[in-house]
Every structure is written in C-alpha cells, then in structure tokens.
C-alpha cells in the first residue's frame, strides 16, 4: 500500500495567549443599522437587529460582564480577588460568571396593559404575587449585555440581603457556574454611555444622563435624570417610579414617543423606607411590567429571555453592508491623544485578531482576538484607559490578521 505522504499545513498556529480581558472595547457589537436608534446609540457587547416583520428588536446578549469581577473565575483575564460584602447577609463566594446565548424580541410599538393600575399593592417586593410580574429571571439586558433580572430576590430573601452578593459592578451570578445578573435595583452601567462618549460621570446619581437598559416587553429602565439629562417629574409616578413620555435625547432626538420608563434612583439598596412612603426602596423599580407580551415566556403573559427570538432577524446581522475588499483603514484622528477609531472590512467571516505594536514589535494591545461576522467594523482604541498600562507617546503599529490576510497601518499617538 503506498503511503500517503501527509502535509502539514499550520493553518493556526497554537497561540498561548495570556489571555485578554473581555472589555467594552474588544466585546463583539453588531448594531444593525434598520435596529432604532435608541439601540444603536446606547447598546455595546449585543447584536441588535428588527425582526423580519419589523414589528420586534431582537436584542441578543451573552450574559457576561465586561470589565474586572471576583465571579470570573481565576485565571480567567477579568478575575479579581473576591472582596466581602459584610457578615451575616446572602454571598456567593466561589460563584462563576458563565456565557449563554440569550435574545429578547422587544416590541416595536408595545401596547399597554389595559386596567392596570401600578400601586404599592402591584408592585409588593415579592417575586410571584401577580400575573403581571416580571418572572425571576432573565427579562432583559442592560446597556452592555449583562442579564436584568426583576427587582425581587427568590423567595423568602430579601433583595437588600443579596445585595452583599453584588460585585463592584452591582452583579452576581446565579448559583455556582450561573447566569451573572442585575436586578433593576441594581446600579447601571453608566460606564457604556461613558464609553460611547455621550456623558463623562459614569457615577450613578451624578451621571449627566443615566440609561441603565431595557426590559423584555419594551420598558426602559433609567436612572436619575430622563433621557436629555433633565430631573425626572416625580409628579406623575406610579408605585415603581414610572411614567410615560416621549422620550427625547440631548441631541433633541426623540428615541421613543410616550414610552412607559422607571427611574432607579438612590444611592445605596437599604431596608429603610427612605422618602417614608411605607415601602422600602427597591420597590421603585420593574417589578410589573406595564405592557402586554402575549407569545413570549412564560405563560404567554410575562415576557422572559429566550434562545430564539419571536421572528428571525430581517437582515442578517453584518450582512447588510456589503463588504468591501478585505481592508483595513487609517485610523482617525491621527495623530490623536487619547483615542482613535480603526475600521476594517472583513470579506469573510472567521477569526480575526486586530492588535497594536510598538516600534520594538510588542504587542501592546489586543483590540479583537476571536470570531467576528463579515463586514464593515469599527474598534475605538483609548491609549488612556488601558488597565492602568500607561502608553507613552510616539508611533505605533496596528496590524490586523484573518484568514484573509495580514494587513498593517500606522498611527502616532501624542501627548
Ligand atoms: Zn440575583
Ligand atoms: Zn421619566
């Protein structure tokens, strides 16, 4: 029998990799330009695209929380040590922060419930009490892809004790390898309209505009201000600090027209029933939702994360510009100081591992290291906020490699 004589071809070279930190820089985000402009301009870490109708956003996220946590596990690029919330409360030490494949199909234009009157007896703290609560569990994402769950803890705790299972970031997982998540009591991730450059306090309670994200049957979930930035009206409030309005952004853009919105608005999670009204303070936030999602979750009767969405996506996602050549463009500003926006298009989809180098060739940063979709793509690099690694000014090199190719541009950072 002839033997065969085989050639190895290394396609992949087997690359130890320190590993790289998942970040609202490098996450994978594909905004589907026909998706509203309210998810285009707030969203990072999803894919977002209208269903084939038009009549739905599927919202697709993965769960995982982009920046440093005690629930990624050690060794795992995020890791942090685990630091305690105090003695004697709920605390998920040695919990682990797990990706899943989750959509929500958030109507386009929701209709309200009919006769529902959303007082302190609706809205009661308890998960299960109503037809109209949210369940537990994942009912909606916040801005950077991380899982809200509805503002109860499981039964019989009580939400102000789990919050000393939070992390910095106002999260935990549930159960050891479980579903990291925050309640809509939970601070919001002010961090991404920080990122997306539309305010520069990323603290909540003092941020200029304050988005957290957006719940499965279309209810947006705000901090202290409305969406332009301006003190919320508490004249209109109902039991969980909602209203509707348009809702229009500091650009005088109207993202949604009488949009039914609550306002997460304190400082810390307390049992005290702070403004004296009877109830404690977590209950202001979704607990009920305000509009019908007949066809989704559970029961038909209250809307819950899904593994497909109620219709397929119109357009496949970075299918609706057509790529161009296999390219990797000037970055822009250049010179700049501290960040710079680098676009590219991919022919094919595949794994891409777009970094910069020095003059030395080291890699200094790791922009995208894993799979993306075809298609047009823009990576901000902030040479400022690069785990603590200060970047000395000069020239560097930014390099993109794919199956396609290997493509290099230059660029000068200043001072
Ligand atoms: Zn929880
Ligand atoms: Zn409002």
Redesign the pocket.
Known sequence: MKRMIIKIALIYLPVIMMGQAYTLENCETNLSSNAPSFYQKYFQCVDISLSSSGNYVNLYYSGLAPYESWYYESGNPNHIDYVSQGAGYFQVPNSYITEYDYVVSIPIDPEARLNLTIDADAVDGEVGTSNFEYPMGSVGSALNGVNM?NPC??PPDA?ED?AY?FDYYSG?P?GPTGIY?Y?TTSKGPLEVLEYKGIIETPTVGSGEIEVFGIMCDGVVVMGCTELDGSVPNTSDWDAQNGHVHDMVDELGTTQFTNRYHTHVCYDEITEDDTDGNGYQEHEFTPEISYYKTEGMGQNYNRCAAMSDPIEEDMVALGDEITPGDFSLYQNYPNPFNPTTSIEYDLTKSGSVDLAIYDLMGHRVRTLVFGNQKSGFKTVVWDATNDFGQAVSAGMYFYTLNTSEGSLTQKMLLIK
């Open positions: 769950y803890a499981s939400i789990e299972s935990h549930a998540h309640h």
